[in-house]
């Protein structure tokens, strides 16, 4: 093979017309309008999921914490009330917490869905700009960069208060 055999360069522009014959049928298919694509949207059987162990939580609690609060009136006496009164002031921190959390996550699904929008165009733009000697390359690197640090940054802050709910 030689520096200028056409050979390489054939097969490579073949694979790219195969990919982006299957693209372009794929996004015809593809709904775009509907919600379906949005990563912030939960399905049924998921609430239902949460909603089980919701209420598992509200019913197991009380009673797991009177348990153990009896437990260690046996093993300590009312130096145990100690310890209630730590659960106590760490109960709306955790919930404080859990929140914040919660809201870091819709931030970073809403971000992840600009994200994925941002690279479905940039996709349909490609194939348009494809033959220009590869002038696409940087600017649309640094739109999806952008939005993907954005992303980063919520992903370790959601991290943080994640270990620091276990914590608590």
């Known amino acids: ?7 390489p360069y054939l097969k490579s ?10 693209w372009n049928n794929e996004l015809k298919k593809a709904n775009y309008n509907s ?3 949005t990563c912030d949207k939960r399905r049924p059987p998921d609430k239902v999921l949460l909603l089980c162990t919701g209420f598992a939580n509200i019913a197991s609690c009380p009673i797991t914490i009177s348990i153990t ?11 145990c009330l100690g310890g209630v009164g730590v659960i106590l002031v760490m109960m709306p921190v955790s919930g404080f917490l859990a929140l914040k959390n919660r ?7 809403k971000l ?6 941002s690279m479905t165009e940039i996709m349909s733009s490609i194939k348009i700009l494809a033959l220009h000697a590869f002038a696409w390359e940087p600017p649309f690197t640094g739109r ?16 943080s ?8």
């Open 1 to 7: 093979m030689t520096l200028y055999d056409p050979l």
């Open 13 to 22: 522009s073949s694979s790219y017309k195969l990919w982006i014959n299957r």
């Open 35 to 37: 919600e379906d694509g």
């Open 69 to 79: 609060i009896f437990l260690l009136w046996q093993y300590l006496g009312p130096s």
């Open 103 to 109: 809201q870091l996550q819709e931030r970073q699904m």
């Open 112 to 117: 992840k869905d600009k994200r994925l929008k």
């Open 144 to 159: 999806i960069e952008a939005v993907r640090n954005g992303a980063m940054s919520l992903l370790k802050k959601y991290a």
């Open 161 to 168: 208060f994640t270990a620091s709910i276990g914590f608590f």
